[in-house]
């Protein structure tokens, strides 16, 4: 079936079954490898990109259900690494193997997109949809406070 | 001087013959990026050339450093480039780093060497450490960067002191610029010449005392590539023209495929072929001369080939199969413990470190302590499932992409595989997203290339996480008895074991008590047992079973004792200074104390592994219903130096985190014969609102001691947690997973 996504703001027209999981579209048939395959059900949250502004798992989004919206990977969350999510993720240096990180990385962006200072409960609640095995979690905490920060005052420059 | 058995002339003249003749080069194009993010399309892959083992200096100066470790998230990339820059004196932002290039191994005659079975093994260094795993990195790699480092140094140093008309020892290197008075030149400069000097004696290398880059917390290498999505793993390969393949073998691990109709899906989407997987017993031998594992055997399966990943995946479920499950269709986790536990009655085989009497003082004793402990299976459950992607290339060529443990084996293994020449095999490292022991098994690649065999084409071969977890070599399911004598003091006069693990986990429980403790008279019996779930290393290994029974039950002979654990501790570690200090140091950082009111607890571990003592102590908190929350964690370790503390404390919490997985919710579930909780949902993992805070204190003894860091902690933070339990609420845990405990108290 034909249809047309948006993703980072470029239109690609795509020829799959419209129940595809959306993740394999972004990466296979698109090839933005950016977004990440981990469980396929889920669970571990790799996959996570923005719909709308919403943080979704992708391994569990039907394609067909993704046309007209507007789907951000971590390829286009920002052109040069200057999110500020992905500014405090170098600044404290929070990947370790790295392989959910844009996942991880695209639910904190979608939290601070709704809270501007979250507490340590909500950046919990948040985040507890992406595992790491490689144990950054301190990081994380860490990174995504900073990043409420350097949003903050961003939005005080502007 | 020696290094790693090596002296310091012969270093150059072996890393010079497995490098094809110079230590330093510059075939390299100007301008390449400051890490690769896709490391197999470094041109030493590309093209195939051979620049050197270590190191290559441009004529803009930028450096880089050809790594020969793999980077599967313990920051090897950025502590291998410290080592080398070291010594080289260079501005840190001219470093660049790329993965050393596995081919240049069979062009150096390595591989023929080995071809024969009577051939007493050769190792060039080189060689060697293309395995990654087993906490090595730092041990047995430092001194060879530091040393290639400064002996690039030295060489630069001449050639300016020629070019100039002085002495060598007149001559400064610092920072990329080479000086004598007001003469200066930069180190891209002379690098030419460089290459061709021959060191009369290489030079010393730097000791700890005098590093300078060493030591400090630089930021990642690769960070900048895993923020933005394009760090390249191996699951990331596109290949032009590839085709993409689904895979299930035998779900109940021995089993065969009986039958198959790929007439079923033949005509869904996509779907090009169906490839049967067919073991041959005579390639895979446990003593191959290229001592790749045994794990990498074909397994019966079968695998569906399509124009799309998600294609071949549902093609794959909806092909009918019928499965030969073999003789251990019947087994379940209970059954499996059941035969485990019936060993404990039998005598076992006598571990090395035995002494004294021990049995006949324990049975004579009336003042006896006794407790036996059980573990189950657990995975390695790497974030990035298991894949490798083959292609198929003109006159043969074979191109092997993968982020694999052993990238060595991954060539060796292909060609074997694909009855080809080695020499037409190239593998190109990528990221592994994760490893843990288990990318250095080669079965994922051996599977792909016999697919690739098979459908003749390109094609990408990626394992749904059902097929990572169930077919995954697995940690040790473990059970054991301890029982201890105690004398009048209330201190272990003697301590008897037995306990009943698979193969390279047999003697972890005897290993770690006996080395550990200065108890008189021991006595440890190992079974090895093997089920049909095969089983491997897993991080931490050893100290991750056992320190679970091991330093639970020390808790448990102190408080017998009228002991209060640390105190009973440090009595029994009389002769070992650096764990007493890491244990001193625990106690003040920790505020270790054991009278805390009901419902909240403090426990404490202590072990050491790969020559680093690590202490923790584990704070929890259990409400009345028995919800448990471990608060906190302390650790305190001595790795003697470290050369990035913050990678270190990425380390040191990243084991804690990994073992917590298993220790609190993990446990592989074995029903009619195969792994029943194979995803997520069911293997649950740490998440991060049960993160506790993790303090890590560095105790470093310095001078010239070296530990590893990358998988020290995993074995303690299990006991801490139980003893913490205990005090909580006066339960001993003695299995994992901890949570399926009653935890409630009144």
Redesign the interface.
């Known amino acids: 079936m034909s249809m047309t996504l948006n993703i980072n703001g470029t239109s690609y027209a795509v020829d ?2 419209p129940e ?2 959306l993740l ?1 579209v972004i990466r ?2 698109i ?11 889920a ?2 949250g ?1 996959c996570t990109v923005h719909i709308d502004g919403q943080a979704v798992k992708s391994c569990s989004f039907k394609v067909a259900s993704a046309v007209g919206r507007q789907i951000t ?3 286009g ?2 052109p040069d ?1 200057s999110h500020p999510v ?1 500014l405090a ?2 600044e404290v ?10 996942g991880q ?1 695209m639910a904190a962006a979608a939290l601070l997109a709704r809270s501007k200072n979250p507490t340590d409960r909500e ?3 948040a ?15 860490e990174a995504t406070r900073r990043a409420a920060q350097l949003a903050s005052a961003e939005r005080g420059l502007r | 001087m020696k290094h790693n058995g090596i002296s310091r002339r012969t270093f150059i003249v072996t890393a010079a013959s497995a490098a094809g003749g110079m230590m330093l080069g510059f075939c390299r194009p100007a301008g390449a990026a400051k890490l690769n993010p896709r490391p197999w399309l470094s041109p030493a892959g590309e093209k195939g050339v051979d620049i050197n083992v270590w190191l290559s200096i441009e004529r803009n100066g930028v450096v880089t450093v050809q790594t020969v470790s793999e980077e599967m998230g313990q920051g090897i990339l950025t502590t291998q480039a410290m080592m080398l820059a070291e010594e080289l004196s260079v501005d840190w932002a001219d470093i660049r780093v790329v993965h050393a290039d596995v081919k240049r191994q069979v062009k150096a005659g390595v591989y023929t060497a080995w071809a024969g079975k009577d051939e007493p093994r050769k190792w060039s260094p080189a060689w060697r450490i293309m395995r990654t795993g087993g906490s090595t990195a730092v041990l047995v790699t430092r001194e060879l960067y530091q040393q290639a480092g400064a002996s690039a140094r030295e060489r630069l140093k001449e050639a300016a002191a020629q070019a100039w008309g002085v002495s060598r020892a007149d001559v400064k290197a610092e920072l990329g610029v080479l000086s004598f008075g007001e003469r200066k030149g930069t180190y891209g400069e002379f690098a030419e010449h460089a290459a061709e000097i021959q060191l009369s004696e290489e030079p010393a290398i730097k000791r700890p005392d005098q590093f300078t880059l060493m030591g400090t917390s630089i930021a990642r290498i690769d960070t900048p590539a895993k923020v933005n999505g394009s760090a390249a793993y191996g699951i990331d390969t596109r290949l032009p023209g590839m085709v993409y393949a689904a895979v299930q073998v035998s779900p109940v691990p021995g089993g065969r495929l009986r039958s198959y109709d790929f007439n079923a899906i033949k005509d869904r989407p996509g779907v090009i072929q169906a490839v049967e997987l067919v073991p041959d017993p005579s390639k895979v031998v446990p003593d191959n001369p290229y001592k790749w594992s045994p794990h990498s055997a074909l397994k019966s399966g079968i695998a569906v080939v399509a124009d799309s990943w998600y294609r071949a995946k549902t093609a794959l479920e909806h092909m009918p199969k019928e499965w030969d499950d073999g003789p251990n269709a019947g087994a379940d986790t209970e059954s499996m413990f059941a035969e485990r536990r019936a060993l404990l009655y039998k005598p076992g085989t006598a571990h090395d470190s035995n002494v004294g009497d021990a049995r006949t003082i324990l049975a004579a004793s009336n003042r006896v302590v006794t407790a036996d402990f059980e573990r189950p299976y657990e995975a390695h459950a790497c974030m990035e499932p298991m894949n490798c992607t083959i292609g198929l290339g003109e006159d043969g060529r074979v191109d092997v992409y993968a982020g694999s443990q052993r990238p060595s084996d991954a060539l060796l293994v292909t060609a074997d595989q694909m009855g080809v020449d080695p020499s037409k095999v190239f593998v190109h490292p990528a990221f592994l997203g994760g490893g843990f022991g288990r990318r250095a098994k080669s079965d994922e690649i051996r599977q792909a290339a016999e697919i690739a065999r098979q459908v003749g084409r390109s094609v990408k071969l990626v394992w749904t996480r059902e097929e990572d977890i169930g077919q995954c070599p697995m940690r040790s399911m473990a059970v054991a008895r301890l029982s201890a004598a105690l004398g009048p003091d209330g201190f272990p006069k003697a301590i008897v074991t037995r306990s009943v693990a698979e193969t390279v986990y047999a003697k972890g429980l005897a290993g770690a008590l006996a080395g550990q403790y200065g108890i008189p008279h021991q006595h440890h019996e190992y079974h090895t047992f093997e089920s049909h779930i095969p089983t491997t290393f897993l991080r931490g290994v050893g100290n991750s079973l056992f320190d679970f029974m091991s330093e639970q039950f020390v808790d448990e002979m102190a408080l017998a004792g009228g002991h209060d654990p640390l105190d009973f501790r440090l009595k029994l570690l009389a002769g070992k200074p650096r764990m007493r200090a890491v244990l001193q140091t625990l106690k003040e950082k920790s505020g270790f104390r054991t009278n805390l009111p009901t419902g909240q607890g403090m426990g404490i571990a202590i072990s050491q592994n790969h020559n680093t003592p690590c202490a923790q102590c584990a704070t929890v908190k259990i409400s009345r219903g028995g919800e448990l929350r471990v608060e906190r964690i302390d650790m305190v370790f001595d790795s003697g130096n470290v050369i990035n503390p913050s990678i270190c404390v990425q380390q040191l919490q990243g084991c804690a985190v990994y073992e917590m997985s298993h220790a609190l919710h993990g446990g592989i579930d074995i029903r009619n014969g195969r792994v029943e909780n194979n995803n997520f949902d069911r293997y649950r993992m740490l998440r991060i609102d049960e993160m506790p805070e993790i303090n890590v204190h560095f105790a470093l003894s310095g001078g010239e001691t070296w530990g590893s860091v990358s998988e020290e902690a995993n074995g303690q933070v299990a006991p801490a947690i139980a003893n913490a339990i205990f005090f909580a609420t006066g339960k001993r845990v003695r299995s994992t997973p901890i949570l399926k405990h009653d935890l409630s108290w009144v």
């Open positions: 799959v079954e595809t999981p394999w296979d048939t090839g933005l490898t950016g977004t990440k395959f981990g469980c396929g059900m669970q571990c790799a990977t971590i390829e969350l920002s690494s992905q993720w170098i240096d929070v990947p370790q193997c790295g392989y959910c990180q844009s990385i950046i919990d609640d985040m507890a949809g992406n595992l790491c095995r490689c144990g950054t979690y301190a990081r994380i905490r």
